[in-house]
């Protein structure tokens, strides 16, 4: 079996579940944002939607969906107790894996946890967080596990309710959840598993970010208004793709850095003309960039364009330029 899985994600649970049933288990690290895994695969050929945890079986079959993964992992592991074997114990588990999924995991926490949220979706999952968490609240008092003993929807609680630390959601005001939350980071499957997890985390905090698509830009244009080609050496993706302006109609292709860069630091080094920036716009990994290219004084001595850019972690990987001419 294999995990993919992102360090503190919920996939955590996962985690959890596999050492409580001392499975022989191998895991493979999720960049949430580039979804890239840590052997440099492209995760999106995993799992379309690009989400952990994604389960790996022997024979090469796939699991996703969280509720899905933790029931296999506790089907497969059976002396491990991590699920109510009857019809009705059964069900229980199941509504509490699809309340922690729904209610908590995407309805409550994800809102607060992702940046590109507006206020406005913030503010409406925020005002989930009292019946949510006080319905929960009540259900825990005077009671170690959500059914009669520890299970995978334990685990899944636990993983969720971590969340806590990174939001404006107190679980002090609901002493039982707080409770049972610390009493739960006791348990030593979940010591281990969060331990581990937490390093991961710190490590990947810790590593110098790629630089945003507005900062590669930035230098990106600095190299052609200052005539500094050296300036874009860092900037050019060894898949680099040029769609230069010239000649018409059709323009010249160039691929891979050093054929970009051969065309780039030629216009760059010119100081027979400029650059004049007219604007630039990015959203995502896509910027424009619209300029004037001027070579004269005269009115017909310059000429107005547009680069279409695409930027992948920090590096420049498509230019398209287009001009208006006749
Ligand atoms: N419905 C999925 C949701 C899983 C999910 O939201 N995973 C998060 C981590 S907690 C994720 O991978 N997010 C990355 C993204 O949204 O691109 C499940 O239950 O497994």
Same mark, same amino acid.
């Given at each position: 079996m294999k995990l993919y899985f992102s360090p503190l994600a919920c996939s955590l649970a996962a985690r959890i579940a596999l050492y409580e049933a001392g499975a022989a288990v191998s895991f493979e690290r999720v960049d +949430? /944002? $580039? /979804?890239? $895994? #840590? $052997? &440099?695969?492209?995760?999106t050929r995993v799992h379309g939607l690009g989400l952990v945890p994604v389960l790996e079986l022997a024979g090469g079959s796939l699991i996703t969906e969280h509720a899905a993964v933790l029931q296999h992992i506790a089907r497969c592991f059976p002396d491990a107790g991590l699920a109510p074997v009857d019809a009705e114990g059964t069900t229980q588990l199941q509504q509490w894996l699809c309340f922690i999924g729904t209610e908590l995991h995407k309805g409550l926490f994800m809102p607060l946890l992702e940046r590109q949220v507006a206020d406005e979706v913030r503010d409406y999952a925020l005002s989930k967080a009292a019946s949510r968490l006080g319905f929960l609240a009540e259900h825990l008092a005077g009671r170690d596990y959500l059914l009669d003993a520890f299970s995978v929807a334990d685990a899944y609680l636990f993983a969720v309710l971590n969340w806590t630390a990174a939001t404006p959601v107190d679980l002090q005001l609901w002493p039982a959840l707080a409770a049972y939350h610390a009493r739960l980071r006791e348990r030593p499957s979940i010591a281990q598993a969060f331990r581990e997890e937490l390093a991961l985390y710190r490590a990947e905090e810790a590593e110098p970010k790629a630089a945003s698509v507005g900062e590669v830009i930035a230098r990106f244009n600095a190299a052609f208004l200052r005539h500094e080609p050296a300036l874009l050496d860092e900037l050019v993706d060894e898949a680099c793709v040029l769609e230069n302006t010239t000649p018409a109609p059709l323009g010249s292709r160039h691929e891979g850095r050093a054929a970009c860069l051969a065309v780039w630091h030629g216009i760059a080094r010119n100081r027979a003309a400029h650059f004049e920036l007219e604007g630039v716009e990015s959203s995502g990994e896509r910027a424009q960039i619209r300029w004037r290219y001027v070579? &004269?004084? +005269? #009115?017909?001595d310059a000429v107005r364009g547009v680069n279409l850019m695409r930027v992948r972690d920090g590096r420049i990987v498509e230019a398209l330029g287009y001009v208006k001419g006749t």
């Amino acid at each position: 079996m294999k995990l993919y899985f992102s360090p503190l994600a919920c996939s955590l649970a996962a985690r959890i579940a596999l050492y409580e049933a001392g499975a022989a288990v191998s895991f493979e690290r999720v960049d +949430g /944002k $580039t /979804k890239r $895994t #840590e $052997t &440099g695969r492209d995760f999106t050929r995993v799992h379309g939607l690009g989400l952990v945890p994604v389960l790996e079986l022997a024979g090469g079959s796939l699991i996703t969906e969280h509720a899905a993964v933790l029931q296999h992992i506790a089907r497969c592991f059976p002396d491990a107790g991590l699920a109510p074997v009857d019809a009705e114990g059964t069900t229980q588990l199941q509504q509490w894996l699809c309340f922690i999924g729904t209610e908590l995991h995407k309805g409550l926490f994800m809102p607060l946890l992702e940046r590109q949220v507006a206020d406005e979706v913030r503010d409406y999952a925020l005002s989930k967080a009292a019946s949510r968490l006080g319905f929960l609240a009540e259900h825990l008092a005077g009671r170690d596990y959500l059914l009669d003993a520890f299970s995978v929807a334990d685990a899944y609680l636990f993983a969720v309710l971590n969340w806590t630390a990174a939001t404006p959601v107190d679980l002090q005001l609901w002493p039982a959840l707080a409770a049972y939350h610390a009493r739960l980071r006791e348990r030593p499957s979940i010591a281990q598993a969060f331990r581990e997890e937490l390093a991961l985390y710190r490590a990947e905090e810790a590593e110098p970010k790629a630089a945003s698509v507005g900062e590669v830009i930035a230098r990106f244009n600095a190299a052609f208004l200052r005539h500094e080609p050296a300036l874009l050496d860092e900037l050019v993706d060894e898949a680099c793709v040029l769609e230069n302006t010239t000649p018409a109609p059709l323009g010249s292709r160039h691929e891979g850095r050093a054929a970009c860069l051969a065309v780039w630091h030629g216009i760059a080094r010119n100081r027979a003309a400029h650059f004049e920036l007219e604007g630039v716009e990015s959203s995502g990994e896509r910027a424009q960039i619209r300029w004037r290219y001027v070579w &004269g004084s +005269g #009115e017909r001595d310059a000429v107005r364009g547009v680069n279409l850019m695409r930027v992948r972690d920090g590096r420049i990987v498509e230019a398209l330029g287009y001009v208006k001419g006749t």
